[in-house]
């Protein structure tokens, strides 16, 4: 290494079975990443598959972008320094701090773009405190993305990711958008919010190696 680069120790932690031993196959072995990321691919597409929104070419790229996906998220989102109980069920829950919840909530944005058939040119115009929550998140990316990079903390990024996505979905929940009788420009400004809420599910999962997909 050139005598003018810096270099850093990153230290990390253990992934460990249920049992709090660090985990293994069942015979002992070290686990082999391949095998384990096409075995998450096939528990992805099991989660899935009955849900009855994909063709099955749609299904195998769906599940090999939400398993593995899973996967890198379920290490990412814990302080690198930690160690962390390996759980299929947690990573693979359309619950909590997880991959698929987020791609779920970038999934169901996508729905609503579709079933609107208007034309999109509305202004964000912040109407509530639900509103106002969400919008201050959405300006806080470029801050937590320079902290986590200057920190070595890519869990800050998907906490951050996930706080967002919870403020989306109680937005969504309380502040209709595609209701009947809401009025035009109130729900332009909602549309562009959670519009400018996908991209940054976008960017901040692309940033992570994780894709999202369009349809859950």
């Known amino acids: 290494v050139n005598e003018a680069v810096a270099l850093e120790h990153i230290g990390f932690g253990t992934m460990m079975d249920k049992s709090g031993k660090p985990f293994k196959t069942r015979d002992g072995g070290t686990v082999k990443l391949v095998d384990l990321l096409d075995e998450a691919v096939a528990r992805a597409k099991e989660t899935i598959k009955d849900r009855n929104v994909h063709s099955e070419e749609e299904l195998e790229a769906v599940a090999k972008a939400i398993g593995i996906g899973a996967v890198k998220y ?15 069920d947690k990573m693979l829950s359309f619950d909590g701090n997880t991959a698929l919840y987020l791609q779920y909530a970038y999934a169901r944005i996508q729905s609503i773009l579709r079933k609107y058939e208007g034309e999109l040119k509305g202004k964000i115009a912040v109407n509530d405190e639900i509103e106002h929550r969400l919008a201050l998140m959405i300006l806080k990316f470029e801050d937590v993305l320079s902290k986590a990079a200057v920190d070595a903390t890519p869990h800050a990024i998907t906490s951050y990711l996930y706080d967002v996505v919870v403020a989306f979905m109680k937005f969504y929940e309380e502040n209709p958008i595609l209701k009947e009788g809401v009025e035009e420009e109130l729900r ?14 976008q960017k901040g999962l692309e940033l992570l190696g994780i894709e999202v997909v369009e349809k859950i």
């Open 188 to 201: 332009q400004s909602r549309l562009q919010l959670a519009i400018l809420t996908a991209s940054l599910i």
């Open 74 to 88: 379920a290490d990412l989102s814990i302080n690198r320094e930690s160690n962390y109980i390996f759980s299929w």
